[in-house]
């Protein structure tokens, strides 16, 4: 028997991933605003099975814009086997390899979204490179480790159009609370005077492309 499809009523908190509810909730709504300033479709680096997609690719249907959904698809460090956020259900035994893909195309099938979100699988940097820009919104969730959060910044940032806005997660200024790479990355760009911060929810900080 067929899944009963719930489309609008899908719980976001019900994917997998992490993202807290009012850091969703502010990224629909900063994505949406953004729509109204700025030229462009939304990107999201790191989709993981599709949490942000559901909340970003909600934005993008109302704002009349497509989401590109960028994500290998095979995990962070902390993701991987004997690390602390592994996930045996998110794991190609055969393969040895992390695979969320099938996640998140079920997670954009049961939002009712798949014409909303672009799915690209493959690096954030290499896809970066060759992505013609510009974007009105752009979400950094990718890696943690200091060369992952660079190359995501460095891939993207750029891409963002003026009165565009650009939203790193993670963002940890105390080191006590979490690892520094978004928060470094995040420094970078308000010190890159491309970019002005406007607010911070919870772990979540919003910037804008001057
Ligand atoms: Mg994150």
Redesign the pocket.
Same mark, same amino acid.
């Given at each position: 028997m067929a899944l009963t499809i719930p489309g609008d009523t899908l719980d976001p908190q019900s994917i997998n991933g992490?993202?807290a509810p009012d850091e969703g909730e502010a990224l629909q709504a900063r994505a949406m605003e953004a729509a109204t300033l700025a030229p462009g479709p939304f990107v999201e680096i790191?989709s993981w099975c599709g949490r942000s997609s559901v909340y970003l690719g909600r934005a993008a249907r109302a704002s009349k814009r497509l989401l590109f959904a960028v994500d290998h698809h095979r995990g962070s460090e902390e993701h991987q086997p004997g690390e602390e956020y592994h996930d045996p259900d998110l794991f190609d035994a055969a393969l040895g390899r992390v695979d969320t893909l099938p996640s998140l195309r079920r997670t954009l099938a049961m939002a009712d979204l798949e014409a909303d979100v672009a799915a690209i699988v493959g690096s954030s940097a290499a896809v970066g490179a060759a992505f013609g820009g510009p974007a009105s919104f752009v979400f950094i !969730?990718g890696g943690h480790a200091m060369d992952t959060a660079l190359a995501d910044y460095r891939a993207w940032a750029g891409h963002v159009a003026r009165g565009g806005m650009l939203a790193i997660? !993670?963002v940890f200024p105390n080191p006590e609370d979490g690892g520094r790479p978004p928060y470094e990355i995040w420094k970078m760009a308000c010190e890159s005077g491309l970019f002005e911060p406007i607010t911070r929810v919870n772990t979540l900080e919003f910037l804008r492309r001057v």
């Open positions: 992490f993202l790191g !969730d997660h !993670d």
